[in-house]
């Protein structure tokens, strides 16, 4: 099967492959620039990553190491109706343009006045403040700008919206001039374009995210002036199509297979390609139900600007099954290999191994090797992942948990832990690996060679509740497991190796970072503090209380009028900065607003002492997330109904198995035990003292719960 292949301008071409990954909660639109591939902001910021790079690098230095302690507040505004953005500030041309709820503002960059305001139509910007992490507005149907941002050209600005379109506003009034559907019409469930588009050679490039639903992603392009469709590429590829033979012979279950756009592209126009990664495959978690490689899932694509055509693409999970796609938006950078310089790419899998590629051909620049992983028939597993060699992981490898998970949870290192359907006691290093170095996009500097990027890692149950393909859902919680760790890095381009690392108490917020040329990084920190580092060396050289924890937008910075400011949304606000300003730090007093993280599927999970009740189901009925399947739901049997629950002194608490497999419920010091219960049967304990007490299922123990006596 072949996995990788490059085309060339005149021909087609196969290339024996490894592979690479692609997603995060933002669909792609590219800005491309008119003449080449720019290296870095200058005095604007005009795209979201800073210049067609996505390198978040600014040649900037009035603000640098030496007077960074000086940096204040000059101005701070709240967004309208309660809504909250984590978008990237973009400025060109003296104008501040950012996307908050839905609403589109043009500020002045200097003292945060409000130009004009664009509402998009039908949307409701109160509600958004709950769904500032994108998936409910993706559901709900309502027409939202993209929560990255927005992007500039030829007199217009670009908006991606939530139900699949783009918009086109005039930059002086916000006047609407058109949009586009480049999605289903009408708009399917799930469908979004939520990355800044942006304009490049008269045209706007866009990509169309799927939610995670049964939908198929693409890349759109578009006439700037008019918002006439010029080309799509699908992600998945149809019958006749390259790649088509990655998925089932005899099933037309490619219709619904993913490989949705979430990310912001980059663009090099001197080769006249554009790059996007790629989303997982759908159904998310149901191999079985499409054995294959699943191409373009979890891929970076090389395309034509003018065609569409595809000319590279390398695949960095195979078969994906842990919704493992790339969540940081793509790099373009420079480098030599020995001693001769090489266009690159840098794209960062879900598990925090950066993948170098030759943004020309697609062939790596540092060498990758296909692994043997942790196999398992049923889900038709693919018997090898790429791994950069020699590499250094974001996050901590396998090998530092050995010796820390308890029994009966049983580590497995063997690399791409599947999740098991009928082994419910197997955790890994990031399973499930979603969340782990995602959302927020990583930075690069020509002058250190190092990429910035941050991420978590932990521990995770890797097991599926249901054989259903098209179910999600279930506890994978893991008790007594080592907490996440939080990481902040810097890694080399020249050896894929870190250079320099900070491990981040508490929380470590979705704000990527920002590089200047001065020789600062700066990030915003789940805490609330906005945070300048010694870019070679990691060493913290100031903060700034923003007064807003769980900070979620990238920093921007520009200049206007000789000085030097650098850009923040919050959340709710945004806050800018130069050196001598006037605003001082201010007491945390409010978050983000929610979407950044979720809930649980577990009852019980509510509460310190969980639920007050003398009754516990030994099986837990769970719901399947919808995803445009319709409801499904499977009983888990490994999950206790409530896990927590609090009762009175002296209460008799009543076992009932609902489930289908027998279950002895014990005390954890085997003071009390409720016999064997077969399905339907019931059994009993009664708590004479106050205390709280673990109990486990014998035949299961990884099941566990808990009485807390009052």
Known sequence: MVRNSIRSMRGFRWVAGLGLLGTLLLPAVVAVQNSSTSTAASSDWPLIGGDATNARYSTLTQINPS???????????KFDDATSTRATPVVSNGVMFISAGAMVYALNPKTGDTLWTWRSDQANARNLAQTAGLVDALNSGNRFPAPAGVAVGEGLVFVGITDGSVAALREKTGELVWTRQIGEDPPAKGQSVSAAPTYARGTVFAGLANGDWALRGRVVA?????GKILWTFFTVPGPGEFGHDTWPADSDIWKQGGAGVWLVGAADAELGLVYYATGNAV????????????????????????????????????HDLWDADVAIPPVLYDTEVGGRPRKALAAMRADGYLFLLDRETGKPVLPIEERAVTQDRFNQTAATQPFPVGADSLVPDCSSYVGKVPAPWVLDCGGFTPPFLTRQNVVAPNAPIAGVSRVTPMAYSPQTGYFYAQGTGSIGRARRISDDPWFRGGSSAVPGAPPGVNIFAAIDRRTNKIAWKKQISGALGNSGPLTTASGLVFRGSGDGNFEAYDAKTGDQLWQFQTGVTGLRGPASTYQIDGEQYVALATGPSMWTFKLGGALEPTPRTTTAGAGAGGGGGRAGGAGFAGQETNEIELATLVESAERG???????????????????????????????????????????????????????????????TYTFVCKEHPWATGQVTVQ
Request: positive net charge; without cysteine.
């Open 67 to 77: 007077n960074v302690k000086s940096l204040r507040g000059v101005w701070t505004k």
């Open 222 to 226: 578009l006439d700037a002036k008019t």
């Open 283 to 318: 159904p998310m978690y149901g191999g079985e139900a499409r054995k294959g490689d699943n191409l373009f899932t979890a891929s970076i694509l090389a395309l034509d600007m003018q065609t569409g055509k595809l000319r590279w693409h390398y695949q960095v999970v195979h």
């Open 629 to 691: 399947v319709g409801r499904r739901y499977a009983l888990d049997e490994h999950t206790f109904n409530p896990g927590r629950v609090r009762i009175k002194v002296g209460t008799r608490v009543t076992f009932v198995n609902n489930g289908k497999l027998t279950h002895t419920i014990t005390a954890e010091d085997g003071s009390w035990s409720t016999g064997a219960l077969k399905t339907a049967q019931s059994g009993y304990a009664t708590f004479p003292r106050a205390g």
